[in-house]
């Protein structure tokens, strides 16, 4: 059964890998690894991670200096912006993110970091501000803002968080720490609406439906893949359903938690703060670090009931995550391989819900 539904499911991957997925853009060529030649940053011992919102982990200016000047829009207006408002000459401004009306940069004033965020739309860092300064309050690890203007142009600035991103082999006490800093968060209330749903349900059977249409367009329809996902997400509607959320981090991937020299955990990119499901949390690590959420879990200290359904929820969110970034590297950054990589994700964890492995990995 399991080779069944593994074969079927690489087939449909392969009917999606099969059409166009765009162009590569200059914004997008900014989104690349890491190169492993590239030189990295004054006071890291690794490659530390962008502290960019909404970003795939970014290897521009912050982490590494290609031997390209790629990483440097001097003729940028909002680079003029930043070099204006922190008196330096825009040659001193490293570009960590960008698109068109957005940059995300990392500014040395006075020997002393920060990262700095431009916009042209007015007060495009408020809900990032406010997400902030309410974890700062909690006394959780995030950066300490230094400014925030509206604009237009918006400007947000905050001091530099030094460390490198988390992964499944790093510290098991570090990782216990995400797990606590996880249960603080998710014992913050949270009311509807969710994503602009009434309830935790609609707004997860949306999200897949909308997902699971992409990926049919895509070439999936000529499998049975489609009524396994449909089965899955039956499965998994008992946990969902008559249930409150809980406030997540929503965007809480392994390279949004920073560990530094000493084993301290930072946290940045924090904007996402919202009501949703606790177990969606736990899958964002899980989906690009496996293994991660056994320490993690250990930290968070999960409840019977809790762990119960976490055991149901995680692998589904994992699967539903995977789809959701599968789209966007396909549809919105134009990687292939990224979207690939990520449907490979997808069918291993439909795979094995289908074989009914699920209990096996990645909660026990």
């Not at 079927?8 to 590569?24: E, M, Q, V, Y």
């Not at 940069?105 to 300064?133: H, I, Y």
């Not at 009931?305 to 396909?330: K, N």
Request: glycine share 8%; aromatic share 6%.
């Amino acid at each position: 059964m399991a080779d069944a539904v593994h074969s079927k499911c690489i087939a449909a991957r392969r009917g999606s890998s099969s059409l166009p997925f765009g162009t590569t853009t200059y914004q997008d060529k900014l989104r690349q690894p890491c190169p492993a030649s590239a030189r990295h940053a004054v006071g890291d011992v690794e490659p530390a991670v962008s502290p960019a919102s909404d970003t795939q982990p970014w290897c521009i200016g912050a982490a590494c200096h290609p031997s390209s000047e790629e990483s440097r829009v001097p003729e940028s207006p909002l680079i003029q912006i930043l070099a204006d408002r922190f008196a330096i000459p825009p040659a001193g401004i490293d570009l960590l993110a960008g698109r068109e009306d957005r940059i995300v940069c990392r500014v040395q004033v006075g020997g002393e970091l920060f990262v700095a965020k431009v916009s042209g739309t007015a007060d495009a860092f408020g809900e990032e501000a406010a997400a902030n300064a309410r974890l700062h309050a909690l006394g959780l690890p995030v950066s300490v803002i230094d400014t925030v203007e509206p604009g237009p142009p918006a400007i947000f600035v905050a001091g530099w968080a030094h460390g490198v991103r988390v992964t499944a082999r790093t510290n098991p006490a570090a990782l216990r720490d995400i797990g606590a800093i996880l249960r603080r968060i998710h014992r913050l209330p949270a009311t509807p609406p969710y994503s602009g749903n009434p309830t935790l349900l609609a707004w997860i059977e949306g999200w897949f439906r909308a997902v699971l249409h992409w990926w049919l367009e895509m070439g999936a329809r000529a499998s049975d893949v489609e009524a396994l996902s449909w089965a899955w997400l039956a499965a998994v509607t008992p946990h969902l359903a008559n249930r409150e959320g809980a406030m997540t981090l929503f965007d809480g991937r392994p390279e949004h938690f920073l560990v530094d020299g000493a084993g301290a955990i930072r946290m940045i990119d924090v904007a996402d703060l919202q009501g949703g499901d606790p177990a969606m949390d736990l899958a964002v690590l899980e989906l690009d670090e496996p293994g991660i959420l056994h320490p993690v879990l250990a930290g968070y200290g999960p409840s019977a009931v809790e762990m119960e359904r976490f055991r149901h929820l995680v692998p589904f969110h994992v699967f539903l995550r995977a789809l959701s970034a599968a789209e966007w590297q396909a549809r919105i950054v134009g990687d292939s391989v990224a979207s690939e990589r990520y449907l490979a994700g997808a069918c291993a964890a439909l795979t094995r819900w289908a074989s009914h492995e699920d209990t096996e990995a990645p909660v026990r």
